[in-house]
């Protein structure tokens, strides 16, 4: 074992090494990350917990856990070498999505970010064929933040998600995810068409719980517009 291994050998359960684990093998089991898609990261001040890429993200264990320091001494972009301060001992290399993941620190300051292929994000993706998901009048909006990380929206705000077209590598969408942050910078979240979505938060608990109610109003906003129903209301209820 190496003096690095400490950073993610720890009996707290709540350590971000043991977090990562528990939380992929929750998400698997609501069909968020199943097929190794998908993922979390969790930013702990100074120092960024990621998962492996390509493995079953419901059989992670502690010691599979890459740490990186925050910031990097050059912002990683999705083609450069990343400083690591420790790697597992296996042959693995982190998450595609972790350039995706930088995005929420550096634009939003967030403490974690989850990537989910939901199915309900990818049908919200497909039947709003413009470059936003809208609804309103659904109390699931109030536990949705602004920009992921400031105060809650209210029942009478309208949630918008931005969607951007997905690429054949998760690395690549880092500008695209980037630039519909900064053109929507309310927006708690960024969709990708026929792919899924990243949610952030300030801590881990926000980014889940936020994750939970976006994919609950992307399920509840498919079913409305497949049933012929308008998701969003013009008068005031
Ligand atoms: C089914 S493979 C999906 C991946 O290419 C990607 O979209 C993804 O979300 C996970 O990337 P990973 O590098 O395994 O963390
Ligand atoms: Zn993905």
């Not at 083609?79 to 790697?87: A, G, I, P, W």
């Not at 630039?179 to 026929?194: F, I, N, Q, S």
Request: glycine share 8%; hydrophobic share 40%; net charge negative.
């Amino acid at each position: 074992m190496s003096e690095a291994d400490n950073l993610v050998i720890s009996q707290d359960p709540t350590h971000p090494a043991n977090l990562i684990p528990e939380l992929c093998r929750l998400f698997y089991n609501i069909g968020w990350v199943t097929g190794t898609g998908g993922g979390i990261c969790i930013r702990d001040n100074d120092k960024v917990y990621i998962a492996p890429s390509g493995v079953q993200k419901e059989r992670i264990e502690p010691t599979h856990i890459f740490v990186l320091p925050y910031p990097q001494v050059q912002s990683p972009s999705p083609h450069t070498d990343r400083v690591f301060l420790r790697r597992p001992a296996l042959d693995l290399k982190e998450s595609a999505c972790t350039p995706l993941f930088w995005n929420s620190f550096d634009l939003r300051n967030a403490g974690s970010c989850i990537h989910t292929h939901s199915q309900h994000a990818v049908m919200a993706t497909l039947l709003w064929k413009g470059s936003v998901f809208t609804i309103s009048h659904q109390e699931m909006i109030k536990g949705v933040r602004i920009g992921g990380v400031g105060k809650a929206l209210s029942y009478l705000d309208t949630l918008v998600i931005p969607i951007i077209e997905n690429t054949p590598n998760e690395e690549d969408l880092k500008d695209s995810m980037a630039a519909a942050m900064e053109e929507y910078p309310d927006a708690a979240g960024v969709l990708v068409r026929r792919h899924g979505v990243y949610v952030w938060g300030l801590d881990w608990q926000k980014a889940k719980t936020q994750t939970e109610c976006l994919d609950y109003l992307f399920e509840i906003g498919v079913k409305m517009k497949l049933a012929g129903l308008p998701t969003i209301l013009e008068e005031q209820i």
